[in-house]
């Protein structure tokens, strides 16, 4: 059974006085510790949110940069594919009038050996003319 007497009396006192004591020394460092240690995670989420954001914009700029910079690749390509093309066909044309030009000088040669030819044919004529009548007939004239 419970007695109330002076030992229940010192029995609180000790009990506050154990309360404050372990508020001092335990409770408010612990609490103490763990404000800080939210803050600090706090801060680090903040830090996190803003090196995520910063990464989010630099990987947007890089990207808006390697489309400029294909499109100015694919516009020097297709400019160079375009200068190509342009000597290429100049090349073409200037081959084909060159040979166009040889062959109007070999028909033109071919031609006037044609026109030699049927020259020295029509005056060796007579002479081809005896030769062959009296090669047909077989008896000389």
Do not use: C, W
């Not at 009396?9 to 510790?33: E, G, H, S, T, W």
């Not at 404000?35 to 947007?60: I, P, S, T, W």
């Not at 400029?68 to 516009?75: I, L, N, Q, T, W």
């Amino acid at each position: 059974m419970i007695t109330m007497d002076i030992t229940l009396v010192i029995q609180i006192v000790n009990m506050f006085v154990l309360m404050f004591l372990l508020n001092a020394i335990i409770y408010k460092p612990v609490r103490k510790i763990l404000r800080n240690r939210a803050a600090k995670m706090q801060g680090m989420h903040d830090d996190v949110a803003k090196l995520q954001e910063n990464a989010r914009r630099r990987q947007e700029e890089v990207n808006k940069k390697m489309a400029v910079a294909s499109g100015r690749a694919k516009a020097a390509l297709d400019s160079a594919r375009a200068g190509a093309q342009a000597a290429g066909d100049e090349k073409l044309a200037a081959i084909k009038a060159e040979a166009g030009a040889a062959k109007d000088m070999q028909l033109a040669e071919v031609k006037v050996q044609i026109v030699t030819a049927g020259k020295e044919l029509q005056a060796n004529l007579d002479g081809f003319a005896t030769a062959m009548a009296s090669k047909i007939l077989r008896r000389s004239f």
